[in-house]
């Protein structure tokens, strides 16, 4: 079994590629969006924000070369309360804001079922599960769970993989919202050995931890799901007129 994959929030799925941030086809503007959150302290461990224009490196570590396409703000830190994170990125949280023309993307969140057919997805992730549609001051969007790991293993879901993702376009359309965090539940087996593999969508969607993460009370996980959405809500996006 491999680790937790150190770029599995930056996308990519072969050895050398450069990857596009767009999940919508439109106009790209050149403004970089200025964007704030209120963090609570259970939040903001090892906070950071960065800001991408069009081509700057989101990561520059050959084989894995990746640029934004579009003009980006990254909002990151860690979660704990209190208990730091055991491995790297095990509590990682992220919400990037993109400046693109997001009509399509709007479109394929409205019309979506599942996770898996909104066709936001760029992380090639093989889990979709808990798919809500939310609303938030800034605009509609849509947000389930997600897994992925370096293995060709279907595995159930368990701590160090699952991902609460949250996915939104902005009222006027000219932003994509992206929430990413990694959540734990207590009756989840931890990445190990222990963690049972399945043979197909149809195995996994019938395993009583994917029935856990499907139908479990949200104040199950860590961090709640409230509390992520509560986050998210208090974005506020400006348009920055730099170049």
Not at 28 to 40: L, T
Not at 106 to 127: E, L, W
Not at 172 to 177: C, E
Not at 181 to 208: F, M, Q, Y
Request: a negative charge; proline letters at 5%.
């Amino acid at each position: 079994m491999s680790s937790t994959n150190p770029f599995r929030f930056l996308a990519f799925t072969a050895p050398f590629l450069i990857v596009s941030m767009l999940s919508s086809c439109g106009s790209i503007s050149n403004e970089v969006p200025e964007i704030d959150v209120q963090i609570s302290t259970a939040f903001n461990h090892k906070q950071a924000r960065t800001k991408f224009k069009t081509g700057d490196f989101l990561v520059n570590s050959p084989p894995y070369i990746i640029k934004a396409k579009v003009p980006t703000s990254r909002i990151e830190g860690e979660w704990g309360n209190p208990n730091p994170a055991k491995y790297p990125l095990d509590h990682h949280w992220r919400i990037d804001v993109e400046s693109i023309e997001a009509t399509s993307t709007a479109q394929a969140i409205a019309k979506a079922t599942s996770g898996y057919d909104a066709s936001v997805d760029r992380d090639g992730n093989y889990m979709f599960a808990r798919f809500e549609r939310k609303q938030f001051k800034w605009g509609k969007a849509i947000s389930y769970f997600s897994q992925f790991t370096d293995d060709t293993g279907g595995y159930v879901p368990h701590n160090g993989h699952l991902t609460y993702e949250i996915w939104g376009t902005t009222s006027d359309n000219r932003h994509i919202v992206h929430l990413t965090c990694s959540v734990t539940h207590r009756d989840l087996e931890e990445w190990g050995p222990n963690v049972r593999t399945t043979r197909s969508i149809k195995e996994l969607h019938a395993d009583k931890d994917y029935k856990l993460v499907e139908t479990c009370a949200s104040s199950d996980f860590e961090p709640t799901l409230s509390e992520l959405d509560r986050l998210l809500d208090t974005l506020i996006i400006k348009v920055s007129h730099s170049n």
